[in-house]
T-cell receptor, first 112, second 115 residues
Framework: EDQVTQSPEALRLQEGESSSLNCSYTVSGLRGLFWYRQDPGKGPEFLFTLYSAGEEKEKERLKATLTKKESFLHITAPKPEDSATYLCAVPYSGGGADGLTFGKGTHLIIQP | DAGVIQSPRHEVTEMGQEVTLRCKPISGHNSLFWYRQTMMRGLELLIYFNNNVPIDDSGMPEDRFSAKMPNASFSTLKIQPSEPRDSAVYFC?????????????FGPGTRLLVL
């Protein structure tokens, strides 16, 4: 059974304090790992897709990395507007299914 | 591009009533997904369609739930009869499904409360 586990569940940082969020996964045959950002009362907003170990992608203060067992979302010098819940997800490993299995998310709060 | 459109945004109903949620995917996308989000279980896939055909409905919790996609620009998720435990945020997402692991784009969700 596909599993996605995110840690920590919640993280409170001061503005400018860099940190990393973790997403560990157990799937047979990874077909991509997705990072989404979700603001309160809104739908998840796509950030990155990583397809192979060693791959990295960056967007503003965010950088996502991928190994064979986990992915990290590094946040450098965060600002209050980076406060959100960050979700990672993997496609179902069964056949051609395209549904995503999501982790429970990391609720990030950046204090000014 | 208007993105994925969902209606209504909020729905309050009484137990036993029928509830219909609506979704308009991004134009040109041919895969559509319905998810449910709760605090306890997070985001869970209910059903998805490819080219208007239901591909996998194993996530639909009970026979009380049904989904249709009569054309490429419209889908409905119906709950009949509704129960308090159905209270959740329901999201619709779409993708172009041109490859494995294609990015899914989510709508704003419908917040359902069943009293």
């Amino acid at each position: 059974e596909d599993q996605v586990t995110q840690s920590p569940e919640a993280l409170r940082l001061q503005e400018g304090e860099s940190s990393s969020l973790n997403c560990s996964y157990t799937v047979s045959g990874l077909r991509g790992l997705f990072w989404y950002r979700q603001d309160p009362g809104k739908g998840p907003e796509f950030l990155f897709t990583l397809y192979s170990a060693g791959e990295e992608k960056e967007k503003e203060r965010l950088k996502a990395t991928l190994t064979k067992k986990e992915s990290f979302l590094h946040i450098t010098a965060p600002k209050p507007e980076d406060s959100a819940t960050y979700l990672c997800a993997v496609p179902y490993s069964g056949g051609g299914a395209d549904g995503l299995t999501f982790g429970k998310g990391t609720h990030l709060i950046i204090q000014p | 591009d208007a993105g994925v459109i969902q209606s209504p945004r909020h729905e309050v109903t009484e137990m036993g009533q029928e509830v219909t949620l609506r979704c308009k995917p991004i134009s040109g996308h041919n895969s559509l997904f319905w998810y449910r989000q709760t605090m306890m279980r997070g985001l869970e896939l209910l059903i998805y369609f490819n080219n208007n055909v239901p591909i996998d409905d194993s996530g639909m919790p009970e026979d009380r739930f049904s989904a249709k996609m009569p054309n490429a620009s419209f889908s409905t998720l119906k709950i009949q009869p509704s129960e308090p435990r159905d209270s959740a945020v329901y999201f619709c997402a779409s993708s172009s499904a041109q490859g494995i692991g294609e990015t899914q784009y989510f709508g704003p969700g419908t917040r359902l409360l069943v009293l």
